[in-house]
């Protein structure tokens, strides 16, 4: 072989390898999935969803690149059983976390061990999970602990309690308790959702050459309704007259424990808040452009429940919950049905929108299938990925969507089609509601047409009573969770 022939061998090697290596580069990896859960922010809260009094354009802007849907659904109406569900894939009726259950001195009742969730799906499928912000699925160490339930990285609150205080003691990094000393005696110095972000906004840029899964269920905007003056000073004066609630101080037993803190200033203070989650979800995107990963991203937004009435808030004054009846713990929709968006560049349409009815239990599925793994046999959802590709002739339907509350007397809520069957004060069968409405004709729940159909009530109550299995520890009949 002469000199010639071994430098063209030798050209030919070299260009094959650089056109294997562009080859490879460009295939794609799996996406990044993004869900950010914000906390008690009712379906009229975002201006993209009919909100007046302020705006929020970051979150538009997300609805402007994506789907935005009308019928999706909380797991509950309360925090921690609408979190199970999103994580289990399953509804009230069967994941394990079922209310509000507290566990001293800090965390709520965990997750079984065998509970299977989402985020340790995506970790076997090879994903890096993180979660930031608010937990409530399991106290510090225990089974249901976020590193004990597929997440790599945490950091935030573990308890739901604590996390009612956004000037904190403490946070939790994985198993190490954070003091935040510049918040001791009565010092408000360290804003723990903006430490969370900058952790969030972090965990992005660490992983960004590889797929990841963010939960962010920021704490914003759930009562107390504090934050730094200069949020607040935007808002003050301009949304009389105002609201004045009068919380704990500092000195009181249950100051920076639970109770929420005095706010003379709760209308500005709620529209500030709810601008500064807007503001963060606008760094996320922005993050993930300026890394560029945002093309592979797979980004959901929504709400873990509806709009509160503590702290302060008042949702009839910001109109909250749209056209809705209904707030937390309520099972009508204006405390279950919450704003979604989806985006997904060049996937997703832009701009669009859907009347698809989905709900928490449904995003393991489709993240599942996103991903390109499979989703366990006993989760109670559908994927919606066909309804974010545009593909709705090939969307499956829900045979029915179900929910159980079990405080205030007990609550149960089961929607089939346009129909919803609701009974209250379940735990005192004399006192039962039954009210049935239909959904598309009757959105806001004003006119209870059971007596007009008997039939169709007996069919829904027959489902209800097939919809669930029984929990050793959330037992439905017995209340045991009563708090």
């Not at 009846?325 to 997904?344: N, Q, S, T």
């Amino acid at each position: 072989m002469n000199k010639s022939t071994i430098l063209i061998l030798i050209s030919f090697l070299f260009f094959t390898a650089c056109t294997s290596q562009k080859k490879q580069s460009k295939e794609p990896t799996k996406p990044n999935i993004v869900y950010i859960l914000a906390d008690d922010l009712g379906y009229g809260d975002l201006s993209c969803y009919g909100q007046k009094l302020f705006q929020t354009p970051n979150i538009d802007k997300l609805a402007q690149a994506g789907l935005k849907f009308t019928q999706h659904y909380s797991g509950s109406t309360v925090c921690a059983p609408s979190r199970s569900s999103l994580m289990t894939g399953q509804h009230t009726g069967h994941t394990f976390i079922r209310g509000n259950k507290e566990w001293k001195p800090e965390g709520q009742y965990p997750m079984e061990a065998k509970a299977f969730t989402l985020a340790e799906a995506l970790q076997e499928a090879g994903y890096t999970t993180g979660a930031f912000g608010k937990w409530g699925l399991g106290y510090p160490g225990s089974e249901g602990d976020p590193n004990n339930q597929g997440f790599s990285e945490f950091y935030g609150y573990n308890c739901q309690r604590l996390a009612h205080n956004y000037y904190p003691s403490h946070l939790w990094e994985n198993q190490q308790k954070v003091p935040l000393e510049e918040n001791s005696g009565q010092q408000f110095a360290v804003y723990a959702p903006e430490l969370i972000h900058q952790k969030a906004l972090q965990f992005i840029e660490k992983n960004k050459e590889k797929p990841f899964f963010m939960f962010y269920p920021n704490v914003i905007p759930h009562a107390e309704l504090l934050l730094p003056e200069e949020n607040l000073a935007e808002f003050r004066g301009k949304l009389l007259p105002e609201n004045e609630f009068k919380g704990a101080e500092p000195g009181d037993p249950n100051f920076r424990e639970g109770a929420y803190g005095t706010q003379p200033e709760s209308h500005a203070a709620f529209a500030a808040m709810v601008t500064l989650l807007d503001k963060q979800v606008g760094d996320i995107v922005a993050k993930l452009k300026e890394l560029g990963i945002y093309e592979n991203t797979v980004i959901m937004f929504t709400s873990d429940n509806g709009p509160h009435m503590e702290g302060g808030a008042d949702p009839d004054f910001f109109n909250s919950n749209g056209i809705f009846k209904g707030y937390k713990r309520d099972l009508y929709e204006g405390g279950i049905r919450v704003p979604m968006i989806a985006v997904w560049d060049e996937r997703i349409a832009a701009g669009t929108e859907t009347g698809h009815p989905s709900a928490f239990w449904d995003v393991f599925p489709t993240v599942a299938e996103i991903a390109g793994i499979s989703a366990p046999e006993n989760t109670d959802g559908v994927s919606f990925l066909p309804t974010l590709l545009g593909k709705t002739n090939e969307q499956k339907p829900h045979d029915y969507l179900y929910w159980e509350f079990h405080e205030r007397g007990g609550r149960k809520a089961l929607r089939k089609g346009d129909w919803k069957l609701i009974n209250y004060n379940v735990f005192n069968p004399e006192k039962t509601t039954t009210e049935l409405y239909n959904i598309a004709d009757d959105p806001g729940e004003q006119n209870n047409v059971a007596e007009a159909h008997p039939e169709i009530v007996e069919e829904l109550k027959k489902l209800m009573n097939s919809a669930r299995t029984e929990s050793e520890v959330f037992t439905f009949e017995s209340k045991t969770i009563i708090q």
